[in-house]
């Protein structure tokens, strides 16, 4: 597999098409487990390997530059490793009625690395577009990577020991949002458990994120002290223009040793106690409330059933 690829286009990335593709894995995961099981001997066998998840991919090609906005599911049979071909034409007419514009760019599926197989589906999807585009997402967590676990192959004709072969190619992309993109996943960021969640839990997770926020910052801050010091020693070459940057950068940062920093600081702690403090307080007098309510509604039915009683 070579490289990079020579085809000079560019390629755009919608986040809805990630979105997607994690969705139908995650869904296809969870179906495939077995059932969770508390034998000794059913927890020493292997899990399955993580299944393969396959789609379209669809958008636009202006030019050189291809936008990828959307995908749709296929179904894929294992036994002959091809695609439903009755299925993708049939999402494909349902899909150019809501989106006329939108045309199948390529496919998409999961796994760590392009498989000898994913040709054969390539070559399939050639005559709906004689150069399709390839998504591979990677499912597998690795928290020392920072960039998206994407990416996008083309493929090339290329001679290989005299006889020509179609490999994939890598090729870069870049993402690209719209307003109502960046709404949608800001709000799914934010979403709650299904079931609620407890309040620990929701404070977990908070505070996970914030931790996180605070380790970047801190990791970023430290990369432009490194370069600080290399600049003072000589180690590396002034440049005005992005010292003023790392000023500017700089300045944003709170000064969090002054004494201004502990006052604002100790009267944002202290007005979030009083507002716990006051929603406790608020809660017991609503639950207070409520038991004087249920003591005279049970105190008025034995008045009134002694009543009678007295009159009989």
Not at 104 to 113: A, E, I, K
Not at 159 to 181: K, M, N, W
Not at 214 to 241: F, T, W
């Amino acid at each position: 597999m070579a490289s990079s690829s020579s085809s000079g286009l560019t390629f755009k990335l919608h986040p809805l098409v990630i979105v997607n593709i994690s969705d139908h894995y995650t869904r296809i995961k969870s179906q495939s487990q077995p059932p969770p099981t508390s034998s000794a001997a059913n927890d020493a066998v292997s899990s399955p390997p993580p299944p393969r998840v396959f789609g379209c991919v669809i958008g636009i090609q202006r030019g050189r530059t291809v936008e990828i906005f959307n995908s749709f599911e296929l179904l894929y049979d294992v036994s002959t490793h091809s695609l439903d071909r009755a299925f993708l034409e049939k999402k494909q007419e349902l899909y150019k009625k809501v989106f006329p514009h939108f045309y199948v760019l390529g496919w998409y599926s999961t796994g760590s690395d392009a498989q000898e197989s994913d040709m054969q589906i390539h070559k399939a999807l050639m005559d709906i577009n004689e150069s399709p585009v390839y998504l591979l997402l990677n499912p597998s967590i690795n928290h020392a990577q920072k960039d998206l676990p994407v990416t996008i192959y083309e493929s090339e004709l290329h001679v290989i020991d005299g006889i020509p072969q179609l490999i994939f190619v890598r090729s870069s992309y870049t993402i690209e949002t719209v307003e109502a993109e960046r709404i949608s996943v800001d709000h799914v960021a934010h979403l709650k458990p299904s079931d609620g969640g407890s309040a620990a839990t929701q404070l977990a997770a908070h505070l996970t994120g914030i931790h996180s926020a605070i380790k970047m910052l801190n990791s970023r801050i430290r990369v432009l002290h490194h370069y600080l010091l290399a600049v003072q020693k000589g180690d590396l070459p002034c440049e005005n223009s992005l010292l003023r940057q790392v000023s500017s950068l700089l300045r944003r940062l709170p000064t969090i040793e002054s004494d201004k920093f502990q006052d604002d600081f100790l009267m944002e702690y202290n007005d979030t106690l009083l507002i716990t403090y006051l929603a406790m307080f608020t809660n017991c007098s609503s639950t207070m409330n409520e038991l004087v309510d249920k003591f005279n509604t049970a105190y008025d039915r034995h008045s009134r059933r002694g009543g009678r009683a007295a009159f009989i």
